[in-house]
């Protein structure tokens, strides 16, 4: 059976469609540039300054002055630019990028975000997260559906300080898909090997189940 | 019109203490290392530090942290240094989360004279706390202000002795923007060419921005995360 992170990134690979430019979050998102087949393509975003994400530098062919926003060694592909900061982010908030798939924390029913800091814990930094999320036309969210406690992360409300409100419009876990349209949330998809009673019982949100999924069962609170 | 200074210590000699420095770089890409160098050789205490990171425990902005120079932080992300870490939670360092976007726009603006600006990041987070919101066309945007600093310390790829920069790849970050906020603007390069070798159409930073440069000695261009195509240690 396959681990839960490659069910995700499996998944979220179909959201990526010919001639897109996308912008992929640090961590599990990142896993994904490794796996869209060239001849889809794209462009991938970095918002430190470079449209045009290629693969890793072979071994010894690493240049400290191309990195993503990972501060991971990278390469450029044929056609790519570099830019400042302010530019980066003008691509971004001004609705210029297509997708951005984000790794999350918590995901409430209405689509709030929560991804950057644990009260308690130290503070790192929001990074370009609270950015991202305002300015791509389209915000994907990509985690595991319960956290190390067997605690479902997919919730009625966040708990933890917001990324973004009512932002995120698709959510891919290791069990299921869910869209979300003016402040409510549906099942849309069942990962392989998932059953809706498995996705219910970890799932502490209320949704909706999509009528495409085994008929007129419904959950929650419809 | 030559700007070219001795050497960077003689370049940040006139930094006093408490001063408001904007810093280029991301991550340790494109940091000014050798004005950070001297600056921490110099010991000017009490700054306060805009900069999207605060680099690492010993290298970058961590050697001004570790002499304890720095009073305050403005940056986006600060997670890869356990000085700061200490610093921060024994409360000798104050810190200013700031969205990336935000604070690129608020350099930008600072340095283009515009003391305020609307956008959407950070509504209905702890970012939006004490700043006015305001509606347009259905969406909450926050009020956001410029950045202008007393100094800025920016690292180009090649400058002439006028001052114009030309920056390499993802070195240029934010570099452009801190040079434009700075009141007080000190450049160093890699190279440094005589006026007129650079293309007018090439340059990313006119020398209008840049006070003084300076030639860096001993690049060191740290990388933070070596990753490379073939699994770790096969070639080795």
Redesign the interface.
């Known amino acids: 059976m396959k681990s839960s992170r490659s069910k995700i990134v499996s998944r979220a690979l179909e959201e990526i469609k010919s001639g897109m430019y996308i912008n992929l979050g640090i961590g599990m998102p990142t896993l994904i540039a490794n796996e869209i087949p060239a001849e889809r393509g794209v462009m991938l975003q970095s918002e430190n300054g470079l449209l045009g994400i290629g693969p890793y530098p072979e071994d010894g062919l690493e240049d400290a002055d191309l990195i993503n926003a990972g501060k991971e060694t990278v390469t450029a592909v044929s056609g790519a630019s570099c830019f400042d900061s302010a530019e980066s982010f003008a691509m971004i908030r001004g609705g210029h990028v297509d997708l951005a798939i984000l790794g999350g924390m918590e995901v409430a029913e209405n689509g709030d975000l929560a991804n950057w800091m644990i009260p308690g814990k130290m503070v790192k930094g929001m990074g370009g997260a609270m950015d991202l999320v305002h300015g791509a036309k389209r915000i994907v969210v990509i985690m595991e559906h319960v956290n190390k406690q067997g605690e479902s992360k997919v919730k009625r409300f966040c708990e933890l300080p917001l990324t973004g409100q009512r932002v995120v419009h698709r959510l891919i876990t290791e069990l299921a898909v869910f869209d979300f349209h003016g402040g409510e949330m549906t099942l849309v998809e069942l990962q392989p090997d998932a059953t809706l009673e498995e996705v219910r019982e970890k799932t502490e949100a209320y949704y909706q189940v999509s009528t495409g999924l085994l008929g007129t069962e419904k959950e929650g609170r419809s | 019109m030559d700007k070219l200074a001795r050497s960077a210590e003689e370049a940040i000699r006139n930094i006093p203490d408490g001063a408001t420095i904007a810093v280029g770089g991301?991550?340790?890409?494109?940091i000014p290392e050798n004005l950070i160098a001297a600056l921490r050789d110099r010991g000017t205490s009490g700054l306060t530090i805009v900069s999207?990171n605060c680099g690492v425990d010993d290298w970058g902005l961590g050697l001004l942290l570790a002499n304890r120079q720095i009073k305050k932080m403005v940056?986006?992300?600060?997670?890869?240094n356990k000085t700061f870490?200490q610093q921060?939670?024994n409360g000798e360092l104050e810190?200013e989360?700031v969205?990336?976007?935000?604070?690129?726009?608020r350099?930008?603006a600072g340095g283009a004279g515009i003391p305020g600006f609307y956008?959407?990041?950070?509504?209905?987070?702890?970012?939006a706390e004490g700043k006015e919101t305001r509606t347009f066309d259905d969406r909450a945007y926050l009020l956001e202000r410029g950045i202008k600093t007393d100094y800025a310390l920016v690292k180009a790829?090649k400058a002439d002795t006028c001052g114009n920069l030309v920056?390499?790849?993802?070195?240029?970050?934010?570099?452009?923007?801190a040079a434009a906020a700075g009141k007080v603007t000190i450049a160093e390069a890699e190279e440094i060419v005589d006026i007129g070798a650079l293309d007018p159409d090439e340059i990313?930073t006119p020398g209008i921005f840049v006070q003084h440069v300076v030639l860096g000695r001993h690049y060191e261009?740290?990388?933070?995360?070596?990753?490379?195509?073939?699994p770790k240690g096969?070639?080795e």
Not at chain 2, 119 to 126: E, H, I, L, M
Request: glycine residues 10%; contains cysteine.
């Open positions: 991301f991550g340790l890409c494109g999207n940056s986006s992300y600060v997670g890869e870490e921060f939670l810190v989360l969205p990336q976007g935000t604070l690129a726009e350099l930008r956008t959407p990041a950070g509504v209905g987070t702890p970012v790829w920056y390499r790849r993802t070195s240029r970050n934010f570099n452009p923007l990313h261009k740290r990388v933070e995360r070596r990753t490379t195509r073939s096969e070639n």
